[in-house]
């Protein structure tokens, strides 16, 4: 079980589960069983992926460019989706 964890085997086993989840939300939105687009679904799920992603690489021996990098597309995305809800959270406050 020691060698599973530190493969790296472990994350591609969590990013497939990502992958089946975000097939799920996007599945149950089309059949207006979710009320999160598809696209709300993909900034919702991306910076994690992504961190995985980067902790994979620096278990697999990447350089360190590609880590950095890694993390700071995590790092956007993340800011993407934050000013996402907080647009929508003003939105809905300025409604109500």
Not at 13 to 41: H, M, Q
Not at 77 to 83: A, C, F, P, Q, V
């Amino acid at each position: 079980m020691s060698e599973f964890f530190t493969s790296a085997h472990a994350i591609d086993l969590v990013l497939l589960l990502i992958g089946l989840e975000a097939l799920g939300l996007i599945v149950l939105w089309r059949k207006r069983l979710c009320p999160l687009s598809p696209a709300s679904t993909l900034l919702i799920l991306a910076p994690g992926t992504c961190l995985l992603l980067a902790s994979r690489a620096a278990l697999a021996g990447a350089a360190w460019s590609v880590i950095s990098l890694l993390f700071l597309v995590a790092l956007i995305i993340h800011l993407i989706d934050l000013r996402q809800r907080w647009r929508e959270r003003q939105q809905s406050n300025q409604r109500g």
